[in-house]
Every structure is written in C-alpha cells, then in structure tokens.
Nanobody, 119 residues
Framework: QVQLVESGGGLVQPGGSLRLSCTASGLPLRNHPVNWYRQAPGKEREAVVNMGYTDDSTTYADFVKGRFTFSRDNAKNAMYLQMDSLKSEDTAVYFC????????????WGQGTQVTVSS
C-alpha cells in the first residue's frame, strides 16, 4: 500500500523559510515522477514543482522560481521542498504527489500540510 506523509508546514512571516518533507512507503520514489502541489482557500490545486524520471527534468512554476528548491533523498525515500523568501500568497495546503504507471497512470497523494505566511 502506497502512503505519503508530509510534514514541515507551519506559520512563518513574510520573507521567511520553511522546509516541507514527504516520506513515502510502499514504493521507491526514485523510480517515479514526483510533484508538489498546493491549494489555497477558494482556489484550485496547482502544481508547484514537477520532477520526471530524472533529476534534470525538474520544472518549477513561475511563481516559485528562484525561491523554492526541490530535492529527493533516495536513501530515505523522501522528497523535500525548501521554500525561501515566502510571500503571503504562498499560503496554502501543500501536497506531495507520485505518479505511478502500471497499465495506466495512478496518482498517490499525501494528506497535505498547511503553510501560512503572515505577519
């Protein structure tokens, strides 16, 4: 059974930093495309960063380029989102996501972690 567990969210002032973690069980993250998404109140879920099958295929949304950094630790079967220079508009629930292809694409989601940027 695939399980993703996020952690690291919280309340931070504008300009501050947070590091989100996503730990997986039931599958090796290194073998699959992985993503971070976010959903702000009243808005649709949007992609923050996508990584394909290789590390050099990482794509960041324009609104986080230069501020957020994705990384993956294969030994810990975990992935991370380092968020710097946070803005109030980054306030959202952040979700990690894994795409697994068998005979079709299957999506697995974590439960989400709340990030609130406020003074």
């Amino acid at each position: 059974q695939v399980q993703l567990v996020e952690s690291g969210g919280g309340l931070v002032q504008p300009g501050g930093s947070l590091r989100l973690s996503c730990t997986a069980s039931g599958l090796p993250l290194r073998n699959h495309p992985v993503n971070w998404y976010r959903q702000a109140p009243g808005k649709e879920r949007e992609a923050v960063v996508n990584m394909g099958y290789t590390d050099d295929s990482t794509t960041y949304a324009d609104f986080v380029k230069g501020r957020f950094t994705f990384s993956r630790d294969n030994a810990k079967n975990a992935m991370y989102l380092q968020m710097d220079s946070l803005k109030s508009e980054d306030t959202a629930v952040y979700f990690c996501n894994v795409n697994v292809f068998t005979t079709k694409w299957n999506n697995y989601w974590g439960q989400g972690t709340q990030v609130t940027v406020s003074s």
